[in-house]
Structures are given as C-alpha cells and as structure tokens.
C-alpha cells in the first residue's frame, strides 16, 4: 500500500424527507446568503426547489437562484454563476440536482474566490479554496456529493476535463433516496453504470497488497449488482434506492482507493464521447468500459480474475485464468445491457469516424500530455484500438 | 436503511515515517501548545516520543508531556491531564499511543472545556466539545483514532463506560504501519479481534436491507482473515499491517454501520471482564463474542448463516440453514484460536463464581437501564447465561 491522505470532511444527511432542514444546514455550517443552483424542470415541477426555498427562509438565509445547468456542464453557466455570486456578495453555494449541477457548483465555488480564470483549476491546478458548498442530491451517480472532484466542459473547443482539491468536498451533503425514486430507468441504469465504473476505476491498479480496499470495491460492486436489478425492476423500492445512494457515495469519497494507484483511462476516454456526442456519462462508460477491460487484461490475468470470481461469481479456471477474466468481462457487459445500457458505439449514436479525433484528443487535447490511464498507460494509438472494439 | 448522519471529519496521513510530520499538522490544524499524553516504556524505548517532540519543536509548538496511561484507562489519569491542561493552558492533545491512550486523551480533551464533571459524559451526555485532537496510532485495534468514541474505566467503583459525540473525532490521525511492526503477537491478535468484533457488532442488526453495509463489513471481515494470519507469522510484514490498519479505522468510523441497528451487547459484556480482570479487551472479546453468537443465532439464523457463507466459505446447507450459521460461528472460535487468543473463561484467567456479579453490573451498573444489545435485548439472567457459555 502506498503512503496517502484521506480527508472526508463532509456531513452527510441520509434518510426520507432532510431535504426539508436544509436551511438549518446552510446556517449550522455558516452560510448567511445562498447561490441555490439546480438544473431544469423536473426540480421545480417535483416541488423540491419550492420546499427548498422555504426552509431556507425559515432559517433566515437569503438566497439568489441559477438554473439551466445541462448534463455535462458548460463553462458558460459557471461564469455566469461566479459573476452573480461575486455581485450578490454570496457566501454559500447550495447545489439541487445531480452530479452535473453539484460540479458546476463547485467550480462556481471556486472560481467565485479565485482571481484567475477558473479554468485553471480544470487544465490541474489543485482546488486548495472555495465557498461551501451544500448539495441535495437527486441521482445516485457521479459521487460527487462525497468526492474532491468536478468534471467541466469547456464550450471554447469542447474540452471535458476534471479538477480536484480539498476545497471541492462539500461541507454538507442531503441524501434522500426517495428524490430519486421518479428517475426514469435509462438515468437510474447511467447512474449505477457511472457507480460501478468509479469502484473499477479504482480496483484496476499496479499496486499490489491492497486486500483491504479490494475487498471493500468488491463489496460494493456486490451491493451494486444486487440492487441495480430490482430498482430498474421497480423503480420506486425506496430500500434498493437507498441502498445505491450510499454506495454511490462510498464508491467515490476514496475510502476504498487510498495508497493504490488508479486507472482511470476509461473516464478520460468516455469524457471524449460525451463532449462530442453530448450523450449521458454512464452510457458512455458501459460503452467505453469493457471494451477497455478486453483491451488491458493481459497486463494483469490474476486479478481480471480475481474480480470475475470474487464479484460475478464465475467458476476460476486454474488451468487457464485468462478463460475466466474473460468471463468476467462478459458477465460485466451482459449486466450492463441486462439493466438497459448500450454496449456499442453504435448504439450510443457514435461514428466509427470519429475514432481518431477523439483518440487525439484525449491523448493530447487541451493541458494532456501524450498518455491516459495509471494502470496501462495508454497512447493514442491504444485509446484508438479501444474505441474500435467499442464499435464491435 | 434508517435515517442517519454521518460525519468524519478527521484528516488521515497514514504511511511510512509521516509521523516525523506531526508538528506541521499540529500547527496546520492551529495548535499552539500540546499536551503529548502516552503511555508506557514502548513509546519512549522505541525513540517515537523523541521524534515527536523533535518535530513539535521544529514546528514551534510547545508542549507538556502526560505519560502512563494503562491499558483499560482509567480516570485518575483523566483528571490529572485535565488539571494540566487548564493549568498550562493546553489547546492541543496529541495521543500517541493505542486505543488506551487515545480514549484518555478524548477524555480529558472534553474534560478541559467542561465545567462539570467529565464523566457526565460516560453516563450518556453526547461529546460536543472538546480541545482538538491529534493521534499517532501505534496498535490497530480500537479503531478509535477515527471514531467519535472513548472508554474509560472509573476507578470510583470501576465502572468501564463508553462516551460519544462529534467532539471526540479526532483531528487528525496519523497512521504509520511501521510503528505497530514491532508489536508482540499477542497485542496483535487482541487488535485483530476488537477490529473483527467492531464489525460484527454492525453486522447483526435487526434493520432489514442494508445489502450496502452489510457487503462492506463482510469485505473489511474477509480481509482481517486474510491478513491476520500473516501477521501473526510475520510480524514485520509491512503490507499485512498496512491492510489490518486501514481495516480497523474502517470498521469503526461507522460508514459501513451507518442507517442500521447494531448491536453492542458483546463489548458492554466484556467490559465488565476487563474492569474486573484488567485482562486484554481484545482477548475478553475472543471469549465473549463467539459465546454471545451461540445464544443469540435463532434470532435470524438466516443473516448467521449469510456471514457464515459469505465470509468464512461455509456451504450452505439449505436444507438446515441453522447447520451453516453454526459452523460459521465455529469457524470464527476457531479463528479466534488459530492467532492465539483464548475462547474460555478459564484462559482469560476470569472466574465462574463471578458471573453473577458481571451479569448484574453490566445490566444495572452505574447508568445502566436494565438490559444490553440492540439486535436481541439481553436482561441479566442471558447475560448470565451467555458468561457460562462462554466457561466452556
């Protein structure tokens, strides 16, 4: 296990109907006057923004509104956010919605006490400050209501790019399941796709004895299989949903990745997709990701196996490991498309021709520098030959 | 999953040497003057105690030294550090040492900002304030360096009470594998076993689907059964180290406990053998915990033999699934006794003409309300009854 630093300072509300004490929230950890920054419709028509603005009145915090935050995040909307948290003199940036609307406050809260351009945080500078940020999640996904992490699009040429720091993890984090119990089933499906990428992500590493945090992965990838099944089955079994809310978070707060180097090429490569393609992140990843396992496994027979013994249950071949790697990428593909996930680039609306801009761009678009992935590093030429088994 | 918060806050370094960082972190988290509160011979013989002062002093924090802390602490040495604190005027207390040392530090850390008496606390008043709190972890075991939790014993009747609150969180911890490296074989086993029984105080729970949790309990238990063997065969196996630490944080910072009942029963149990023996309180564990699980697995012989299954390998036997619960428990004793710890009474040196006064202060001591545990209540004749299973 490598040396690290864990720091999780965020408190975590999780249960039905705590949405309703967020002004006691704001006010516990400071906040006088609210950025309230959500995403469109469903927010406002659920009545959730209503009930949001009440407790905060309640709790004598006055608040400005931004909505209109969009799946995959644009840079538009985040200066449009810091230029009226700086005018309205704002002191707490309080996210509604999912993963989206919680990054894009994040850099809002960052680019709101910072003088440069916010960007920079994006092209990897550390995130060291940045107001509080609250966040009432809405889907379980991206983890973001944990994580010290943000994910951006930059609309001058479309970079997707992520930022990280201490200043990102949010003081206060409300999970209710029961808000995400009206997500339709592709969304639910993008969300448990985008969980189980995080913990893989993560259990793909070139460090060796770390039994601890690949138990935990497995554990939670476990957890994941179980309940994806039956919320996509009945889309409002508050327990399933609960039971992924608090994967979710765990998946991505970094308990289960400390002292181990990660992968990641997968994200980096699906990020190309979704910026160019603007389709959801976790169908992206179900498209991006096993074609990423079949591509890499040879590097490490021994633990592809591991996983598809110790998650999916697949008799260890002893004579030939590599049969039963195999057999759990398989099993990890079929999941996918069992709970209603593309598999294909095709599927996704994706161009074969598309291939080698997007190779080039991951490998060297905007800050990056040749190469992606802790665990292979891959070259352009590889994220290529990765995309191309994606279109199978 | 029950409603629930969560929060811990506490700053990790863990890994090689960062102990030899402690004054930044002290003064990162802005302490001035710190009481060094310890324990015994080991921490000075070793040369731990002159490296941190060598790096209080290179950070310019001042301090004063509290030493002899014992195992199963008790509140004389409370009371003095508090008087020291308030004396010299401390707003720092660093703990380095175990579990022992940690909870005296909680204790008096509350005690200084408390007009009353601290052990208000120990009788049910939550922690909310206290002196921050920094460790160096020098045993895996209690799990306290990341938990809101502390116990003492009060030697005005040798009560042996636990307190809790955010207060009690420290600040941050510092986790170096090398420093537990030398400890002997059977400090090590007592640690393993508080950790695994941290676990399984969570994982018998009367709250239906936590598949989330209970996953993660059964990877952090798989993974003390991997690695506790190893350690105890080699004790100076950095990794084998490394992953039991970073396990006994995690079993008892609560993420995996969270939105469930937990039980507790077996620790209020043991507690009166360690006032009373002033034995190890891993090894009354090893003696309590498996007898409790003999009385207590008809509650829901299916969730014993799910961890049966799960974590120890057992078949399932579904024609009797009492079969499988009960050699799950079996495989857990001989575990138990496989790392050298006892799993009698009469090994843990503790007489059978005591349990009925054990039984009765464990129900009735001190605050006590009649009854312990939360996943089956135990009145005093079971706790009675469970002490002669455990005679055994």
Same mark, same amino acid.
Request: aromatic share 10%; glycine share 12%; proline share 4%.
């Given at each position: 296990?490598?040396?690290?630093?864990?720091?999780?300072?965020?408190?975590?509300?999780?249960?039905?109907?705590?949405?309703?004490?967020?002004?006691?929230?704001?006010?516990?950890?400071?906040?006088?006057?609210?950025?309230?920054?959500?995403?469109?419709?469903?927010?406002?028509?659920?009545?959730?923004?209503?009930? $949001?603005? !009440?407790? +905060?009145?309640?709790?004598? /915090?006055?608040?400005?509104?931004?909505? *209109?935050?969009?799946?995959? @995040?644009? =840079?538009?909307?985040?200066?449009?956010?810091?230029?009226?948290?700086?005018?309205?003199?704002?002191?707490?940036?309080?996210?509604?919605?999912?993963?989206?609307?919680?990054?894009?406050?994040?850099?809002?809260?960052?680019?709101?006490?910072?003088?440069?351009?916010?960007?920079?945080?994006?092209?990897?500078?550390? $995130?060291? !400050?940045? +107001?509080?940020?609250?966040? /009432?999640?809405?889907?379980?996904?991206? *983890?973001?209501?944990?994580? @010290?992490? =943000?994910?951006?699009?930059?609309?001058?040429?479309?970079?997707?790019?992520?930022?990280?720091?201490?200043?990102?993890?949010?003081?206060?984090?409300?999970?209710?399941?029961?808000?995400?119990?009206?997500?339709?089933?592709?969304?639910?499906?993008?969300?448990?796709?985008?969980?189980?990428?995080?913990?893989?992500?993560?259990?793909?590493?070139?460090?060796?004895?770390?039994?601890?945090?690949?138990?935990?992965?497995?554990?939670?990838?476990?957890?994941?299989?179980?309940?994806?099944?039956?919320?996509?089955?009945?889309?409002?079994?508050?327990?399933?949903?609960?039971?992924?809310?608090?994967?979710?978070?765990?998946?991505?707060?970094?308990?289960?990745?400390?002292?181990?180097?990660?992968?990641?090429?997968?994200?980096?490569?699906?990020?190309?997709?979704?910026?160019?393609?603007?389709?959801?992140?976790?169908?992206?990843?179900?498209?991006?990701?096993?074609?990423?396992?079949?591509?890499?496994?040879?590097?490490?027979?021994?633990?592809?196996?591991?996983?598809?013994?110790?998650?999916?249950?697949?008799?260890?071949?002893?004579?030939?490991?590599?049969?039963?790697?195999?057999?759990?990428?398989?099993?990890?593909?079929?999941?996918?498309?069992?709970?209603?996930?593309?598999?294909?680039?095709?599927?996704?609306?994706?161009?074969?021709?598309?291939?080698?801009?997007?190779?080039?761009?991951?490998?060297?678009?905007?800050?990056?520098?040749?190469?992606?992935?802790?665990?292979?590093?891959?070259?352009?030429?590889?994220?290529?030959?990765?995309?191309?088994?994606?279109?199978?």
């Amino acid at each position: 296990m490598n040396n690290f630093t864990f720091y999780s300072p965020t408190y975590f509300v999780f249960g039905k109907e705590e949405e309703n004490h967020v002004g006691h929230y704001v006010k516990r950890f400071g906040g006088t006057k609210a950025l309230v920054h959500y995403g469109g419709g469903s927010v406002v028509r659920s009545g959730l923004l209503d009930r $949001v603005k !009440k407790s +905060l009145e309640e709790s004598g /915090i006055s608040y400005v509104e931004l909505g *209109g935050v969009k799946p995959n @995040p644009r =840079s538009g909307l985040v200066y449009e956010g810091i230029d009226l948290c700086r005018k309205e003199k704002v002191d707490f940036v309080l996210a509604v919605g999912g993963g989206s609307v919680i990054d894009s406050s994040k850099a809002i809260a960052a680019g709101t006490v910072y003088e440069g351009d916010f960007w920079d945080f994006y092209q990897g500078r550390p $995130v060291e !400050k940045a +107001l509080p940020i609250g966040t /009432i999640l809405t889907i379980a996904a991206a *983890g973001s209501e944990g994580s @010290p992490d =943000s994910v951006i699009t930059n609309e001058n040429g479309m970079f997707k790019r992520g930022a990280s720091g201490e200043g990102f993890r949010p003081t206060f984090s409300i999970l209710n399941p029961e808000l995400t119990q009206t997500l339709p089933a592709y969304q639910t499906a993008c969300g448990i796709t985008d969980i189980m990428a995080h913990l893989f992500e993560r259990y793909f590493t070139t460090t060796s004895e770390v039994e601890v945090t690949d138990r935990m992965i497995e554990g939670l990838l476990m957890a994941m299989v179980h309940e994806g099944p039956r919320v996509i089955a009945e889309p409002d079994h508050y327990e399933a949903r609960a039971n992924i809310m608090w994967a979710g978070m765990m998946a991505h707060n970094n308990s289960c990745g400390v002292g181990r180097v990660q992968d990641w090429a997968s994200h980096d490569i699906e990020h190309e997709l979704s910026a160019l393609y603007d389709c959801a992140h976790g169908a992206g990843l179900a498209v991006v990701f096993p074609a990423w396992m079949r591509y890499v496994y040879r590097k490490d027979v021994m633990r592809f196996a591991q996983a598809a013994s110790r998650v999916w249950g697949c008799p260890m071949d002893f004579a030939n490991p590599e049969n039963t790697a195999l057999a759990g990428i398989e099993a990890f593909r079929n999941f996918l498309k069992s709970i209603g996930m593309p598999t294909t680039l095709g599927e996704l609306g994706a161009r074969v021709e598309d291939i080698g801009q997007m190779a080039h761009t991951a490998c060297f678009g905007d800050a990056r520098q040749g190469a992606v992935g802790g665990f292979v590093k891959l070259e352009e030429k590889d994220v290529a030959a990765i995309l191309e088994l994606a279109a199978e």
